[in-house]
C-alpha cells in the first residue's frame, strides 16, 4: 500500500509540473497583452536612459509589444529598483538592472529594501558601459605609466574625480589602487557636469570619467583619455589602451546595463524576453545606434549568467569597500 500511495503522489506531483510548464507556456505565448514598464531608476537624460530609449522600439517589435520607458530616480538606483522588486511579477513592470544597484549599493548599506540575490529576476545582459582615466591637456601625464609612476613616489598626493560616493568610479579607482599599489584620494561629485568642470580647472589630477559627459571635451582637444576601463577597447577610441593591456587587468571592469523584475517571473517569460534582447542588440542596425553613445559596446549574457557575475561583484565590493579612498 505504501508504495502504491508515493506512486500515485508521484504521479500527481508530476501531472501538476506539466500543468504548471503548459500553463506558463500558454501565458507566454499570450504575452504581453498590454504595454510593458521598463523602470530605469536615474533620471532622464543619462546614458541608462539614452540607452533603453535607444533599443526600445526594436525591443517593441522583437517582443510584439508596447514598451514604455520610466524613470524613477533616487538613491543611486535603490528608489526604481526597490519598487519593481516589490511589484507583481506578472512580467508588465521590469527594471533596468546594474551594477550600482544591485552589487555596489549594497556593499556600501548594509540595510537594504531588497535582497539582490532573492528578490530579483535576471532577464539578461545587454551591453557595457565604459570609463576613462581622463586628464586635461595641460597635465604633466602623458601615459598612464608617467601617472602610476608619480603615484607610487608621493602617496596621497594625486586626488580623481570621479561621480557620486556609490558609483562605479568610486569602485574602479579602490579596485586600481590595490592593483597598482598606490594610494590616490577621490574626489566625489553629483554628475558628469562637475567632474569634467573641476578637472578641467585644475582642482583634481584626473577623473574616472564616464565618456558621454566629457564628449565634446575629447573632441575640442581640451581633456585626453591615458586608458579606458572597459574589458575591450571602446569602438569609438580605438587606440586608446585598456587597463588590462597596462598589465591592471583586475581594474578593468565597466558598469552594465540589463534587464531584470521581480522575484517569481514566469520562466517562458524570461524566456521570451531573453531571446528579444539577444536578437535586439545583435542586429546590425541596433548595434550601429548604440555605438553611437559613447562608450557603450554591446555585451550580451544570459540571465542566470548576468546574475552570476554580479553577485561575484558584490563579494568584491563587500571585501573592498572598506579600503576605499574616505572610507578607512
Aim: charge should be positive; glycine fraction near 10%.
Amino acid at each position: 500500500m505504501p508504495k502504491k500511495i508515493g506512486r500515485r503522489t508521484g504521479f500527481i506531483l508530476l501531472v501538476a509540473l506539466i500543468c504548471f510548464l503548459w500553463v506558463g507556456s500558454l501565458q507566454a505565448q499570450d504575452y504581453p497583452k498590454g504595454p510593458v514598464q521598463i523602470v530605469i531608476p536615474y533620471g532622464p537624460g543619462g546614458l541608462t536612459d539614452i540607452f533603453w530609449r535607444t533599443v526600445s522600439d526594436p525591443l517593441a517589435k522583437n517582443m510584439n509589444g508596447t514598451i514604455a520607458v520610466i524613470n524613477k530616480p533616487g538613491g543611486g538606483g535603490i528608489i526604481g529598483t526597490s519598487s519593481v522588486a516589490n511589484s507583481k511579477p506578472d512580467g508588465y513592470t521590469l527594471v533596468n538592472i546594474s551594477p550600482e544597484a544591485v552589487s555596489i549599493a549594497p556593499a556600501f548599506t548594509p540595510s537594504m529594501p531588497y535582497d539582490s540575490e532573492k528578490d530579483l529576476t535576471y532577464i539578461a545582459k545587454a551591453c557595457v558601459v565604459g570609463f576613462g582615466i581622463a586628464v586635461r591637456n595641460e597635465s604633466p601625464f602623458k601615459t598612464l605609466e608617467e601617472l602610476v609612476a608619480f603615484a607610487k613616489a608621493n602617496p596621497k598626493k594625486l586626488k580623481s574625480a570621479g561621480m557620486g560616493i556609490v558609483g562605479t568610479p568610486h569602485m574602479i579607482l579602490g579596485v586600481f589602487n590595490r592593483d597598482a599599489k598606490v594610494d590616490i584620494g577621490y574626489v566625489p561629485f553629483d554628475g558628469g557636469g562637475e567632474v569634467t568642470a573641476n578637472l578641467l580647472g585644475g582642482h583634481t589630477d584626473f577623473a574616472v570619467a564616464s565618456l558621454p559627459p566629457i564628449k565634446s571635451q575629447l573632441q575640442s582637444g581640451k581633456i585626453r583619455l591615458l586608458a579606458v576601463c572597459s574589458p575591450k577597447r571602446l569602438p569609438n577610441f580605438p587606440d586608446i589602451p585598456t587597463l588590462a593591456e597596462k598589465g591592471y587587468k583586475k581594474s578593468s571592469f565597466a558598469t552594465a546595463l540589463g534587464l531584470g523584475g521581480p522575484k517569481g517571473l514566469a520562466p517562458a517569460i524570461v524566456k521570451k524576453w531573453e531571446e528579444a534582447i539577444e536578437k535586439t542588440v545583435k542586429d546590425p542596425k541596433v548595434i550601429a545606434n548604440i555605438e553611437k553613445i559613447e562608450g557603450v559596446v554591446v555585451d550580451f549574457k544570459h540571465g542566470e549568467d548576468y546574475k552570476k557575475e554580479l553577485m561575484a561583484d558584490l563579494v568584491m565590493f563587500k571585501e573592498l569597500v572598506p579600503t576605499l579612498p574616505g572610507q578607512k
